[in-house]
């Protein structure tokens, strides 16, 4: 691809002409974590009609705590990330992802009984955690500043990609169940006791691409900067964008890490420099999720029931969520480092909190059919475009390099308590306030949203991640 910047002189983002061709091969490698985050937490709104059967689920506790179980191991595989990840390095650790990835998609689709299958999602939920936090920060460690934006969201695009894969194949294996099939001939047919199977043991596929991909790819020339292996991120850089840029981004990066002390200690995020930057990571990660639309994914089965749909179409819809979140994902790429992070995220709360609000009365009116299927993919287009990439690309980017990777694990794991919550209580709250009151519940989340980003969130695009230290920090 392009030449790098020549040796001498400063290297600016005018002068340097970096080798975008190896900048977006190991940055769409490591964003293979996001693909597989993608399709293992949504394979299974696709097999929860039939597991549910095959295991006789009938309370809807019992039902939201399978669908949220692996929440338990996404939080423990974030908060592992933050232990490990500034000892051992962003590279191994994802490579540790992609093997539990591959391991616990054959468990679930083996599993014979409940509590196997529980513990085999759990499971998962770790390879999840890891994935979810190290795929983006790695992105962001190894991306130029003015494209970077558009390189981390590139780790929600494959998300989105994973989302809509298992949707797909969720809907093809299963396309020929009978319209109007009871709960017994579901729970005794193939569908029942071997479709669900495949839809997750297929997940190993690509985890397998992942693990050899991420064999190939460099570590984080940050994370190398910090352990004192100068010449090995100089070497990295260097391919990136030339001698000169690495010289420069060497020197930046050491700057920032002059109060370096060995190991990260969590104790050390209270620091009163730090407890504000951390602070908005953590509120930006809890309020992506309370936004109330990954239920729509999780639950999209009750979601349609209510809006008139049996569970042939279903899963037809299910698949066109995945078609306007992929489409609406591309949108988002081409405006994060343009317009900037902050206009989508106040653009995301705004229109959602208007979504929410006409499907609340839609469902209090008994209004069903095309109209409530238009709204919900209202929803999933505002949020693709906006909440979706532009949270992971912001709480990669505000955190300083010598507590990045804790303070990542902090915030990844605030996400994945909050996504919990969520999905737990969505079942309790549809049962108690009805479909119209708990979407008018995500209404109001929203607009708190819209007003903590207006008085909170500053502008990130075009700056390195040292300038933004700088900025936010000191």
């Known amino acids: 691809m392009l030449a790098g910047a020549s040796n001498g002189g400063p290297a600016t ?18 964003a293979l974590g996001g693909l597989l985050f993608g399709w293992d937490w949504v394979v299974i709104g696709g097999a929860k009609p039939f597991f549910e059967r095959y295991f006789e689920l009938t309370s809807e506790a019992v039902k939201g705590w399978a669908n949220s179980c692996a929440l338990i191991g996404c939080l423990f595989g974030a908060l592992l990330a933050g232990a490990l990840s500034d000892r051992f390095g962003r590279k191994r650790l994802l490579m540790l992802s992609a093997c539990l990835f591959v391991v616990t998609s054959i468990g679930n689709g083996l599993a014979t009984n409940f509590s196997v299958f529980v513990a085999w999602r759990m499971l998962g939920g770790v390879a999840i955690g890891l994935a979810s936090n190290l795929s983006p920060m790695y992105i962001a460690e190894v991306a130029p500043a003015g494209v970077r934006g558009r390189l981390v969201a590139i780790n929600q695009l494959t998300i989105v990609i994973g989302i809509l894969l298992a949707q797909y194949i969720n809907w093809f294996l299963v396309r020929h169940l009978p319209q109007g099939a009871t709960d017994e001939f579901i729970r005794n047919s193939w569908f029942g006791q071997q479709g669900w199977r495949w839809m997750f043991g297929l997940t190993a596929l690509p985890a397998m691409l992942f693990f050899a991909g991420m064999v190939l790819v460099p570590e984080s020339p940050r994370w190398l900067a910090k352990k004192g292996k100068n010449d090995r991120a100089r070497a990295i850089l260097s391919r990136i964008g030339g001698d000169a840029y690495a010289n ?47 239920v729509i994914f999780n639950y999209a089965e ?17 698949a066109w969520t995945g078609s306007v979140n992929l489409a609406f994902t591309f949108v988002a790429l081409g405006l994060v480092d343009r317009r900037g992070r902050r206009p989508l ?16 009365a839609c469902y209090f009116l008994g209004v069903q059919g095309l109209p409530m299927l238009l709204l919900v993919l209202s929803a999933i287009a505002c949020y693709s475009m906006s909440l979706a990439p532009v949270t992971w690309v912001v709480i990669s980017e505000i955190f300083p390099n010598r507590i990045r990777g804790a303070a990542m694990a902090v915030a990844v794991a605030a996400l994945w308590v909050a996504c919990f919550i969520l999905t737990y209580t969505f079942p ?30 500053p502008e990130t695009k075009g700056k390195t991640l040292e300038e933004i230290e700088r900025e936010l920090v000191d």
């Not at 983002?13 to 490591?30: E, K, L, S």
């Not at 890490?257 to 930057?277: F, H």
């Open 428 to 457: 309790i709250l549809n049962a108690t306030l009805g479909a119209a009151g708990t979407f008018l519940l995500y209404a109001a989340v929203c607009l708190f949203g819209l007003v903590y980003v207006f008085l909170k969130l």
């Open 13 to 30: 983002p005018d002068t340097v002409q970096y080798r975008m061709g190896y900048v977006w091969t190991i940055c769409v490698v490591a």
């Open 302 to 318: 009750e979601i349609f029931k209510a809006a008139g749909y049996d569970i042939s179409s279903v899963l037809k819809n299910i």
């Open 248 to 294: 420069d981004a060497i020197a930046d990066i050491q700057s920032t890490l002059v109060n370096e002390v060995g190991t990260v200690n969590y104790r050390d995020l209270l620091d009163p420099r730090m407890r504000k930057v951390l602070m908005l990571g953590v509120v930006l990660a809890v309020l992506q999720q309370w936004c109330g639309i990954n």
């Open 345 to 360: 995220m106040l653009f995301g709360f705004a229109g959602l909190a208007a979504i929410y609000v006409v499907m609340g």
